[in-house]
Nanobody, 114 residues
Framework: QVQLVESGGGLVQPGGSLRLSCAASGIFLNTYTVGWYRQAPGKQRDLVAKITNFGRVDYGDSVKGRFTISRDIAKNTMHLQMYSLKPEDTAVYYC????????WGQGTQVTVSS
C-alpha cells in the first residue's frame, strides 16, 4: 500500500527557514515524478516544486530562488528546503508522487508569521 507522510511543518517567523520531509512507502520515488504542492485558504492548490522522472526540476515562480527540492533515493524520501520564508508562503504543503492523478500525503501546515 502506498503511503506518503509529510513532516517538518510548523510556525516560523518571516525570513526564517524550514525543511519539510516526505517519507514514502509502497512506492519507489526514483521511478515517478515527485513534487510539493501547497494550498492556502480560499485558493487553489499550486505547484511549489517538482522533479520529473527525467530529472528536470521545476519551481513555482513565487518560490524560485528560495526553495530547493531534493530526493534521497537510498532512503526513499524527498525534501523541501525553504529559506527566506514570507507570510505569503503560509499554506498546507502536500507531498505528491505521480502528478495530480497520483498519490498524495495528508499535508503539513506551514505558518509564517511574526
Amino acid at each position: 500500500q502506498v503511503q506518503l507522510v509529510e513532516s517538518g511543518g510548523g510556525l516560523v517567523q518571516p525570513g526564517g527557514s524550514l525543511r519539510l520531509s516526505c517519507a514514502a512507502s509502497g512506492i519507489f520515488l526514483n521511478t515517478y515524478t515527485v513534487g510539493w504542492y501547497r494550498q492556502a485558504p480560499g485558493k487553489q492548490r499550486d505547484l511549489v516544486a517538482k522533479i520529473t522522472n527525467f530529472g528536470r526540476v521545476d519551481y513555482g515562480d513565487s518560490v524560485k530562488g528560495r526553495f530547493t527540492i531534493s530526493r534521497d533515493i537510498a532512503k526513499n524520501t524527498m525534501h523541501l528546503q525553504m529559506y527566506s520564508l514570507k507570510p505569503e508562503d503560509t499554506a498546507v504543503y502536500y507531498c505528491n508522487v505521480g502528478g495530480s492523478e497520483g498519490y498524495w500525503g495528508q499535508g503539513t501546515q506551514v505558518t509564517v508569521s511574526s
